[in-house]
């Protein structure tokens, strides 16, 4: 497994942070040594098991913090993949899975299915990960209909609005940058083949606490 690098962390950008105890969920914080954390909702942490991970993460911003602060935070686990950013098979196994918020995995019934909604290329969005990374993840319903999972990140063609798939709602992001303050990577859009039949929600203006910390309960 890759560890992320202090090369790698310094062209994230580190930045100066506030005490340790005020990080929220969601933020994402490094010593000038170590690899960066994820806080989750029970005040730990959370580790980024590789690169792949971290990219679909839209490589956020790290919190720079000393290296006495990083341990007032218990390590917890690891960040699944970002909802949304692909789809994703484990070592040899061929079954593929859509993720969702939490790191929820939905088994898609067919290769017919998965071209329906991801496209005739679905192929080439299928990530593998290590077969030990399984237990990272939960099992949510299967994919069966041509129906979008939640946490899906969705265009219409000739359209440059991206939506964000929550609630049964389509809620649009205002602009690239709202997309990327919540830690969502224009790369994982995926174009409808159809127009969908869910209501627009409120347009996503910037950060939003409970996009990013979804996966954290």
Request: aromatic fraction near 10%; proline fraction near 6%; hydrophobic fraction near 45%.
């Amino acid at each position: 497994m890759k560890i992320l690098s202090a090369t790698l962390i310094a062209a994230a950008g580190l930045v100066l942070a506030a005490p340790a105890f005020a990080a929220a969920p969601g933020d994402v914080v490094a010593t000038a040594s170590s690899s960066p954390f994820m806080i989750d909702s029970q005040n730990a942490r959370l580790a980024f098991p590789d690169e792949l991970t971290w990219q679909t993460w839209g490589q956020p911003l790290i919190k720079k913090i000393e290296d006495a602060a990083i341990s007032l935070w218990k390590v917890h686990g690891v960040v699944p993949l970002r909802e949304g950013s692909a789809l994703v098979k484990f070592g040899t196994d061929p079954q593929v899975y859509a993720v969702s918020p939490g790191g929820v995995l939905h088994q898609i019934d067919s290769a017919a299915l998965a071209a329906e909604l991801y496209g005739k290329d679905w192929s080439k969005k299928v990530v593998s990960l290590f077969t030990s990374f399984w237990t990272n993840y939960k099992i949510g319903a299967p994919i069966d209909t041509a129906a979008y999972p939640e946490g899906t990140l969705l265009k219409y063609a000739n359209s440059p609005t991206v939506y964000y798939l929550t609630n049964g709602l389509l809620r649009p992001f205002a602009s690239e940058a709202a997309l990327a303050a919540n830690h969502f990577n224009l790369k994982s859009v995926i174009t409808a083949s159809s127009k969908l039949q869910n209501m627009v929600g409120n347009p996503i203006l910037g950060y939003e606490h409970d996009l990013v910390a979804a996966l954290l309960k």
